[in-house]
């Protein structure tokens, strides 16, 4: 019943690929956001895109590269990643950016790097 | 201090119990608060947000004590479909686009 949609649902890369994850919601919402979460552990917030524009990156690595297309998708491309990166990444997105907006969390991709 | 702090359990109670949990958070200039489920291996979900007045939504009710700086969450006739986590979530200034979780609190009801 989620409305934000995230492909693929599970992934495994080498250190020296190149992958992405791709979230798309159809809710008409202005802000999106890439989390990264670990097992037993809550989310950690990496980018925010308001308006299409990146407004917060939480000093994330650069391996880490979001790009937003449009007001509907957010990718994430990833670069020679460390096993360490291994998570549930989670995108999420809400209406305009302000008070009292609740974000809404897709199913996530699990990412295995080996 | 955590910025936000919860309790993590587990709590084990019977189903038809009433369970409470609660929330404490540092910045008093949030506005914004919520309640997220999270099941295994699955996304946080919206359970419900929480307004000054308290707000109630079927067996679920929120407070907000914004003196204490607490927020609490009540689950009435809990059934085992309630068994998860439960992450109290807070705006983490006036910029409502960074938001805090709590670590969770985990909840399993048993038959």
């Known amino acids: 019943d989620t409305e934000v949609t995230q492909t693929p649902k599970h992934l495994v890369m080498g250190m020296t690929n190149k992958k992405s994850l791709k979230c798309e919601q159809h809710m008409g919402h202005r802000a999106m956001y890439w989390y990264k979460q670990k097992a037993k552990k809550p989310p950690e917030l990496m980018f925010v895109?308001?308006?299409?524009?990146?407004?917060i990156n939480e000093s994330v690595p650069s391996r880490f590269s979001p790009e937003c297309p449009n007001s509907s998708l957010l990718n994430l491309h990833l670069h020679a990643l460390q096993p360490e990166d291994s998570a549930l990444y989670l995108c999420a997105s809400s209406q305009l950016p302000g008070q009292g907006r609740a974000q809404y969390f897709g199913p996530g991709t699990r990412l295995t790097v080996l | 201090r955590k910025e936000v702090e919860q309790d993590p359990g587990p709590f084990n109670v019977p189903e038809g119990a009433t369970v409470a949990f609660n929330c404490t958070y540092s910045n008093s200039a949030s506005q914004s608060f919520f309640w997220y489920r999270q099941d295994c291996r699955k996304e946080p979900k919206l359970l419900m947000s929480?307004?000054?007045s308290g707000n109630e939504d079927g067996r679920f009710t929120a407070q907000l004590n914004r003196a204490s700086q607490y927020i609490s969450l009540l689950i009435r006739d809990s059934k085992l479909s309630d068994s998860a986590t439960y992450l109290c979530v807070v705006n983490k200034d006036s910029s409502a686009s960074k938001i805090i979780f709590g670590s969770g609190t985990r909840l399993s009801i048993r038959p």
């Open positions: 895109y308001s308006y299409e524009k990146l407004s």
């Open positions: 929480v307004y000054s």
